[in-house]
């Protein structure tokens, strides 16, 4: 959940972001406001990171339950509170839910479900997959579909079609960071903390995809979309043994990808994707797993996460990214 407004005069519900923004400037304003007694940054919402205060900003008063602000004053909000943004203004807002900001989507058109991303998220759902949506270990959510990756930043407008959702985030301050320096800003992951171990048949046909944590160890059995993780950590070996720096190893283009496999593109990303949801679904707790797929325009590769890969009964090859740092 997160904070609610609801219009009393048009019952319309409208959802709070961290830092949120009421006035009659369109391009400021997250909420514009059509009374003239408003002002351009009439008044704000944020969250302080314990409770949602107001303040007021502007020349004719923002009230609350009839009584007028001082300009600045920080007041507390609480349920059931009317919010009446100048003397005159024909709308007034009761607070329905004060519950702390949490990372959603939230619908632009009525038809599209709100979807708190507390856990991975795959659009349009699970079975058929376009867009992963995921907080990286890094904490900036991520949009990843068949073709790119991109950083979301709050408020970003995000379709789908036929939907479109905007992008809420619980981060207080805007994420500037381009997905180019978050992916030259790679991690290497120590073997002693978390490592993967690929266990593939003489014949190629079945592969068996074990994680070990700090937390713990599981055996993620056999599934067809670990035969993908296994040909990208591939990859990423032979381009280590040819001596590439670290930061461009094992990059794959995803027409490539998808003919090594044998499977068109968007069979490709669906595997990719429930990849990553059967990891988040075993390691809930633990983010970082989830990069393992790391993603720029057009191209795909396992991360500098050590890996080893046994075929047959003979150990094939075993990584260690801190070893071609």
Known sequence: ?????????????????????????????????????????????????QIWELLDHSRNGTFVNGQRLLTDQ????????????GPHATSKWKVACIAAPQAMLIPIDCAAPVINLSEPQFLPDNQAPQVSIYRSARGHYLWQDLHDSVIL??????????????????????????????QSSYQVYDQAKVSFSFTVSQNEEHV?????????QASLGERTHHYGLLTMARQRMQDALRGLDISTQ????????????????????????????????EFPDQSELLDVIERRRGEVRFAAIPFEITRGSCLESRFDPASFV
Request: aromatic residues 10%; glycine residues 6%.
């Open 1 to 49: 959940m997160i904070m609610l407004l609801k219009d009393e005069t048009s019952q319309q519900w409208i959802y709070i972001r961290a830092l949120h923004v009421f006035g009659r400037s369109r391009l400021k304003a997250d909420t514009t406001l059509s009374n003239l007694d408003a002002s351009q940054i009439h008044a704000s919402i944020r969250w302080n990171g």
């Open 74 to 85: 920080r007041f507390v909000l609480v349920c059931g509170q009317e919010l009446q943004f």
């Open 250 to 281: 094992g990059w794959l283009g995803i027409e490539k990808l998808s003919r090594m496999l044998g499977v068109e593109p968007a069979h490709l990303n669906m595997q990719l994707f429930r990849a990553r949801g059967q990891i988040a679904r």
């Open 208 to 216: 068996i995809l074990d994680i070990k944590t700090p937390k713990r």
């Open 153 to 182: 930043r709050d408020g970003d407008l995000l379709t789908l079609a036929p939907h479109r959702w905007r992008f809420f985030d619980v981060q207080k301050e805007e994420v500037t960071l381009n997905i180019r320096q978050y």
